[in-house]
T-cell receptor
Framework: DAGVIQSPRHEVTEMGQEVTLRCKPISGHNSLFWYRQTMMRGLELLIYFNNNVPIDDSGMPEDRFSAKMPNASFSTLKIQPSEPRDSAVYFC?????????????FGPGTRLTVL | KQEVTQIPAALSVPEGENLVLNCSFTDSAIYNLQWFRQDPGKGLTSLLLIQSSQREQTSGRLNASLDKSSGRSTLYIAASQPGDSATYLCAVPNGRGSNYKLTFGKGTLLTVNP
């Protein structure tokens, strides 16, 4: 089992550029999560998909952020246009959701730096 | 709003010591509680998941307990090793029917000295 795969691992871009982060969840998992981690705010949930459908996007900071999950094995998080305050580590996590809760498995993260 | 507090923020111990990390949460209507470790520059590794109906879970030298009514969990690490050095995070769903939206504590930075 390869675990959750994210790409790229590091991204450095200039303000105003479009950034696309990619995630491949663990095979068989039906839930996918995008998180952002910063020193100031810790880990924050951005968006949650269940069976490829966005269920909760209340954590998406603003319209510059968008996420898609076209199929069960792929998701993207896009920032357009990017700003320096978007610099953070972005994690993707997946789980197999049960009625009583689920265990979330995290990818290695993408460290984004916006200059 | 669920709030998660972890004490201590940092802990340094000599190799071989048994230690306890603490986690408290304000909303006890949770489905489960999950402990993670995070190594510098890396992602989170799930250590243990305790369902709300359980009192504890064990994995190797790790034992996590859950007292839902008092809003507390502890992670016990036996015979600590330098390889245990990492940041340990606890997380709970936001409560009130949510089983997915995790609220994380700020973590305990553990250093085990050889």
């Amino acid at each position: 089992d390869a675990g959750v795969i994210q790409s790229p691992r590091h991204e450095v871009t200039e303000m105003g550029q479009e950034v696309t982060l990619r995630c491949k969840p663990i095979s068989g998992h039906n839930s996918l999560f995008w998180y952002r981690q910063t020193m100031m705010r810790g880990l924050e949930l951005l968006i949650y998909f269940n069976n490829n459908v966005p269920i909760d996007d209340s954590g998406m900071p603003e319209d510059r952020f968008s996420a898609k999950m076209p199929n069960a094995s792929f998701s993207t998080l896009k920032i357009q246009p990017s700003e320096p305050r978007d610099s953070a580590v972005y994690f993707c996590a997946s789980s197999f959701e049960l009625a009583g809760g689920n265990e979330q498995f995290f990818g290695p993260g993408t460290r984004l730096t916006v200059l | 709003k669920q709030e998660v507090t972890q004490i201590p923020a940092a802990l340094s111990v000599p190799e071989g010591e048994n230690l306890v990390l603490n986690c408290s949460f304000t909303d006890s209507a949770i489905y489960n509680l999950q402990w993670f470790r995070q190594d510098p520059g890396k992602g989170l590794t799930s250590l243990l998941l305790i369902q709300s109906s359980q009192r504890e879970q064990t994995s190797g030298r790790l034992n996590a307990s859950l007292d839902k009514s008092s809003g507390r969990s502890t992670l016990y690490i036996a015979a600590s090793q330098p390889g245990d050095s990492a940041t340990y995070l606890c997380a709970v769903p936001n409560g009130r029917g949510s089983n997915y939206k995790l609220t994380f504590g700020k973590g305990t930075l553990l250093t085990v000295n050889p």
